[in-house]
């Protein structure tokens, strides 16, 4: 069975379906570069907009700075995140280490959330002691220079997840796509403030961009809670396996199906129900065999057939729904 990550079953709900898919070192080698990418960037960005901030006094651009600050821990919990889950299995980890990649996007999920409430606090703060910006063309065109960056970079990070499906990588990417709204809205914020004479606007601008963020930390909550919970793969791709399945007699009486991802990598287990007077060399070699060719149309997926003689449930597996119809 290929231990290298190919298309996550589950891709179909990642939008990745379709693409030419990078296996194992090539994609551990990609994802790393990606990383790598956006931290080297973080870092300039930082540089460039502390600067500003200082000259600026500006709220929006404040924010921005937090932003790139927290996009530079990010890069670095994704890049670790990333080389973890990319280990094979070892002694202490059978299962391998797929969920270091949810872990590395909870952790930047509690980053976003952090610097959101911190910028919305202190950008009420602002509107209430109506204070002003200053030197809005620094401000202005640091932005500029930020977007020309941040676009370069998504641009790769995009290539990279379509390549790899990593979740790490995209959640990343989130962050960034983030900035350039982030990077406009300061322009916006410093035009209004300082040129259209509409004092309160920056600080408005600073708020809307705190929200911003707490509802981007929101939505990429979500699906890294599901693989660390073992969330059943979604209905269509459960469908699909289950159809695939049906292709083969032996596997008439498949029940209990249970399914998890960890990382790229995914699980299939099922009961299967077989003759009673089949010998276990038999069975065990004719179920080898489909496991090898679902294997082969799930990409790195991990199939276990456990066999029942005919007839046979075990009811502590079970859901209660199905012990009912099994019972009737």
């Known amino acids: 069975m290929a231990r290298g990550a190919s298309l996550p079953v589950s891709g179909v709900h990642q939008h990745h379906h379709g693409h030419h898919h990078a296996h194992g070192d090539e994609r551990s080698a990609l994802t790393a570069r990606a990383a790598m990418a956006s931290i080297t960037m973080a870092v300039l960005l930082i540089g460039l907009k502390t600067w500003a901030s200082v000259e600026t006094s500006s709220m929006a651009m404040l924010g921005s700075l937090a932003d790139s600050g927290l996009d530079l821990l990010a890069s670095l919990v994704v890049l670790l995140g990333v080389r973890v889950a990319a280990q094979p299995a070892d002694t202490d980890h059978r299962f391998g280490h797929g969920k270091a990649e949810a872990l590395a996007a909870l952790v930047q999920v509690i980053l976003i959330t952090l610097s959101a409430l911190f910028i919305g606090y202190r950008s009420i703060e602002r509107l209430i002691n109506g204070e002003q910006t200053t030197d809005a063309e620094l401000g202005i065109a640091v932005s500029i220079v930020a977007v020309g960056f941040t676009l370069a970079l998504i641009a790769y990070q995009r290539h990279v997840v379509r390549r790899t499906g990593s979740v790490a990588i995209a959640t990343d ?36 961009i705190a929200l911003w963020l707490l509802w981007g930390a929101w939505t990429s909550s979500s699906h890294a809670l599901d693989q660390l919970m073992d969330r059943e793969w979604p209905e269509d791709i459960r469908e699909r396996f289950l159809m695939a399945a049906k292709e083969y007699p032996e596997l008439a009486g498949l029940h209990d199906l249970r399914t998890r991802t960890s990382g790229t990598h995914h699980f299939a287990q099922f009961h299967v129900w077989v003759p009673g007077d089949w010998t276990v060399q038999h069975a065990h070699d004719r179920m080898d065999r489909i496991e090898e060719e679902l294997q082969a149309r799930f990409p790195a997926t991990e199939i276990l057939i456990h066999l029942d003689p005919e007839g046979h449930t075990d009811r502590e597996t079970m859901l209660p729904s199905e012990i009912t119809e099994k019972a009737s």
Do not use: C, T, W
Request: net charge negative; charged share 10%; hydrophobic share 60%.
């Open 173 to 208: 990417r989130l962050h960034y796509a983030s900035d350039l709204l982030l990077n406009i809205s300061v322009i916006a914020a410093l035009v209004l403030d300082q040129y259209a004479g509409l004092p309160g606007a920056d600080a408005v601008f600073g708020l809307l």
